[in-house]
């Protein structure tokens, strides 16, 4: 019967030994710091370029475009209703779960603009009357972007059943063209960082099998003094674990450069269409991830690079031969 | 402790090491393995170790039929045996204790333990005084004794060598002899083999000889 004494004995044995190789291997990285750098250098910026345009996709999203003044349904009255009837409708509107922010503009605040805008001032000092009609413009609830057009046909559908209302106007075009390049870059991002975590996969397992060819005496006598493949294996793979981690810091650490050098010119082109916005980073759960991931996909390219050499020491191999 | 049962060895491409070679090491005993080079001692010891399979009969050792015994288990045959290689096979960029240490830390003892044990294994080949030097910085005899000390310190039950004197002058090779004698009287099954035909017949113990692949002599100790 197999005591829990010696369960524990040899889980605290296998505890020792991957303790070993997690601190030793980090300080063998440390040795070689040119090399160590050059390899995380590659690894972080072939993770920066997915993050990168992930969290520039991100923020575009996060910038609302599509709602507020954006995505708002543009109403024209009738030309004759009254303000009261306008009035009402507003406060119609404002009860409705699917209108959100309504603005009214005045045929007077509307002239006003077109005056400022068109610069036709004097021939249209020469109407005898104003011609505009009472106009307002009704943004649907906010949410997802993907959603939006539901919703403002919806609420199209709600304000033509208001008599006083001759027209309503949205500009679909705008709003669809935004959502599908919006799609477009998730595909570009999905796609980038299957092509990018390759890459780490890649040069870590090319590292790692530079690696283990320097070091294939100290294996061999490994091997011969009864190390079994997971001994051998796990410094190995310990040092793309490690790699993956520091490639996927750095990248968080060039993003936050790169957002902080972003932030002032952004900050004043984004000011000249009115808009305050702050840029955001990844979080920290996403941060975690990319960690993970980065430490997943070294530890994946060194087992590679590992396993097809481990195959030389099977029983009947190369292995003790002089 | 090992059994051979009319084991033969071939390579593929047919070169034939080992040929229908039957014989019986009892626990305990230390054995010479003599013969010309070429003669098989290499392949018959690679086979104890589980560094190769034979290609017909039974290897038994430490109880274990080898042939039956799968690839994975390979390592923990060889963690049973202590093994000391003419070229020593140290790892010249660790020190003599954390050499010796090494067949310790594949059994994942706690360090106190292989600290305490790496340097009884060096006291008892009377090397404790170098125990943080380089190996490179030791004399060939030095260095093969950090190897014994290495395949004893986790007190196996077999220790085997090959050629251990090869590259060591006759008194040194006397000396390395009488370490393994040492050893060997404390219970632990001793198999070296030996082109040195006279000092092997100096130790006065049983000897295997091999011609060509076949076991062309089993002199008893006298």
Known sequence: MVSISHLRRKNRAWLRRHSYSFFSSLGVLLQHKTGTLMTVLVLGIAMFLPLGLYVTLANLDGMNLHQDEWSAVTVFFKTGTRQAEVDRVAGLLEQNAQADKVTIISPAEGLADFRDASGFGGSLDMLEENPLPWVMQVSPPPGSTERVEERVAELTAYLNTIKSIEVTQFDYKWLQRLGRMLELGETLVSFLILLFGIAVVVVVANTIRLDVASHADEIEILALVGAGNAFIRQPFLYTGLWYGLMGGLLAIILLYTALAVLSGPLGLLLETYGTVFVLRGIGGTNMLWLLLCGAGLGWLGAGISVHRYLRLLRVGGQLGRH | ?222
């Open chain 2, 1 to 222: 402790m090992i059994r051979f049962e009319r084991v033969s060895k071939h390579y593929p491409g047919g070169s034939r090491a080992l040929t229908d070679v039957s014989f019986h090491i009892e626990p305990g005993s230390m054995v010479f393995l003599t013969g010309h080079s070429g003669a098989g001692k290499s392949t018959l010891l690679r086979l104890v170790m589980m560094l190769e399979r034979a290609s017909r009969g039974q290897v038994i050792v430490n109880q274990r039929n080898l042939g039956t015994t799968p690839d994975r288990l390979a390592p923990l045959v060889r963690q049973g045996t202590g093994m000391i290689f003419q070229d020593h096979k140290l790892l010249n960029n660790k020190t003599v204790a954390d050499n010796v240490a090494l067949p310790m830390m594949i059994a994942g003892l706690k360090y106190a333990d292989i600290r305490k044990r790496a340097r009884a294994a060096l006291d008892k080949v009377g090397l404790l005084d170098k125990e943080n030097a380089w190996p490179l910085t030791l004399s060939g005899g030095e260095q093969q004794r950090v190897g014994i000390a290495r395949a004893i310190v986790s007190m196996p039950p077999l220790l085997l060598a090959d050629e251990p004197t090869g590259n060591l002058d006759p008194g040194l090779s006397r000396e390395l002899f009488r370490l393994f004698e040492e050893v060997s009287e404390k219970g632990v099954t001793v198999l070296i083999a030996s082109h040195d035909l006279d000092l092997v017949r100096q130790m006065r113990k049983r000897v295997l000889v091999l011609s060509n692949g076949r076991l062309a002599d089993d002199i008893p100790a006298a």
